[in-house]
C-alpha cells in the first residue's frame, strides 16, 4: 500500500473499510483464513501503524460485506490469539496508570497529566476497536475515582487535601461520561471563580 495515514490524522470507519478492502483485493483471493488474515494485519499497520489496528474479528467482518469466504475456525482462533497478545501489551500500560494512581493522595498537576494519558489510551483503543481494553480502562478509572473519593473523606488528610480529592474524584466522574469534552470542560472549570478560590494554593 502506498497511501499512509498523516500523523495526527483521525482514522474514520470509512478510512478502515476501504483500506481493508482494497488490501485484500490485492491480495487477489476470495477465501480469507489466518495466513490472510496476518497479511492483512502486516499492511494494515504499515499505513496506519502497529498501535492502532483493527482485530482480526473486525477485519473478518468488512470482508464478509465484500463476498469473502470465511475460514471461521481459523479467523477464531487468530481473533484469540491476537487479544491475547493485546491484553498483555495494554496490561502493563494500565499497570503504569495503576502505579502512578496507587502513589498516594494525587495533586492536581498529577492528575491532569495521568487523565491525559488515559485519553491517549481511550483514542488508541478505540481506534483499533478493542472494546476489552477499552472495558479494562474504564475500570481502571472507576478504581481511581473510588480511591480519590476514599481520600477525600480521610481524616488524617488536611481539608486542602481532601477538597484536591474530591476535586479529582470528580474529573474522573466528568472523564468518564464525557471523555471527548474533558479538556474543554477542565478549562472552563479551572477559570472559574469557585476552582480560584478553594485551590488557589500551589498543588
Given at each position: 500500500m502506498k497511501v499512509r495515514r498523516r500523523r495526527g490524522e483521525e482514522i474514520s470507519t470509512e478510512s478502515w473499510q476501504q483500506t481493508i478492502c482494497s488490501i485484500w483485493q490485492q491480495l487477489g483471493t476470495p477465501v480469507v483464513g489466518a495466513s490472510e488474515l496476518t497479511q492483512l494485519q502486516d499492511a494494515l499497520a504499515s499505513v496506519f501503524g502497529p498501535g492502532e489496528l483493527p482485530s482480526p474479528a473486525r477485519i473478518a467482518r468488512e470482508l464478509a460485506q465484500e463476498g469473502a469466504v470465511l475460514r471461521h475456525p481459523e479467523i477464531i482462533e487468530t481473533d484469540a490469539r491476537w487479544r491475547e497478545s493485546q491484553i498483555a501489551d495494554h496490561g502493563y500500560e494500565l499497570q503504569t496508570l495503576a502505579t502512578l494512581q496507587a502513589a498516594g493522595a494525587l495533586g492536581l498537576d498529577q492528575a491532569a497529566t495521568i487523565i491525559g494519558e488515559l485519553e491517549e489510551l481511550r483514542c488508541r483503543f478505540a481506534g483499533a476497536?478493542?472494546?476489552?481494553?477499552?472495558?479494562?480502562?474504564?475500570?481502571?478509572?472507576?478504581?481511581?475515582?473510588?480511591?480519590?473519593?476514599?481520600?477525600?473523606?480521610?481524616?488524617?488528610?488536611?481539608?486542602?487535601?481532601?477538597?484536591?480529592?474530591?476535586?479529582i474524584s470528580e474529573w474522573l466522574r466528568v472523564w468518564l461520561e464525557t471523555p471527548r469534552l474533558f479538556n474543554q470542560w477542565l478549562a472552563l472549570r479551572k477559570s472559574s471563580t469557585a476552582f480560584k478560590k478553594r485551590f488557589s494554593k500551589s498543588d
Open positions: 476497536s478493542d472494546d476489552l481494553a477499552l472495558n479494562d480502562l474504564k475500570s481502571t478509572v472507576i478504581e481511581a475515582r473510588r480511591a480519590a473519593s476514599n481520600c477525600s473523606k480521610n481524616s488524617s488528610l488536611s481539608i486542602y487535601e481532601r477538597e484536591v480529592q474530591a476535586e
